[in-house]
Structure formats: structure tokens, C-alpha cells
């Protein structure tokens, strides 16, 4: 799944949640673009989230999700 953030406070609470959820950098997603911290920010999760972290997903103004599953 890609998630793509558009503003730098999009970026800090997806990758809140993800922490939050114990999801490691580098193992289960990673974030990229290109100028880091500079949005556009992408993030690629290599796991099926929870339904409950699509949800707080979905509520964060200011991101796109691509190729959507939640588990």
C-alpha cells in the first residue's frame, strides 16, 4: 500500500500511527520523496493494517491512499 502525504503534518501523523502500531522503519514501510522532510512524503507499508489504522488513516487530511487492503 502507498500513502502519499501532501503537507509535512500529514507526514507526521501517518508516520505517528505507524509507530504507534509498532511498525518498523525499514522492515514493515518505508517513507520517501524527494526532498525529505519536504512534502510531497510517500510512504510504502508492506504489511495488511489493522481496520482500525485504515480508519485513522482515512481521517488525516492531506494524503492519498494507492492500492488500498485492510486486513
Same mark, same amino acid.
Given at each position: 500500500? $502507498?500513502?502519499e502525504?501532501?503537507?509535512? !503534518?500529514?507526514?507526521?501523523?501517518v508516520?505517528?500511527?505507524?509507530?504507534e502500531?509498532?511498525l #518498523?522503519p525499514g522492515?514493515e514501510? @518505508?517513507?520517501? +520523496?524527494?526532498?525529505?522532510?519536504e512534502?510531497p512524503? !510517500?510512504?510504502?507499508? @508492506?504489511v495488511?493494517?489493522? !481496520? $482500525?489504522?485504515? #480508519?485513522?488513516?482515512?481521517s488525516?487530511? +492531506?494524503? !492519498?491512499?494507492e492500492?488500498?487492503h485492510?486486513?
Amino acid at each position: 500500500m $502507498q500513502i502519499e502525504c501532501t503537507t509535512t !503534518s500529514a507526514a507526521s501523523q501517518v508516520l505517528w500511527i505507524l509507530t504507534e502500531y509498532q511498525l #518498523r522503519p525499514g522492515k514493515e514501510f @518505508h517513507m520517501d +520523496g524527494p526532498n525529505l522532510p519536504e512534502p510531497p512524503v !510517500s510512504f510504502s507499508i @508492506h504489511v495488511n493494517p489493522l !481496520s $482500525q489504522v485504515m #480508519r485513522r488513516f482515512r481521517s488525516i487530511p +492531506g494524503i !492519498s491512499i494507492e492500492r488500498e487492503h485492510a486486513a
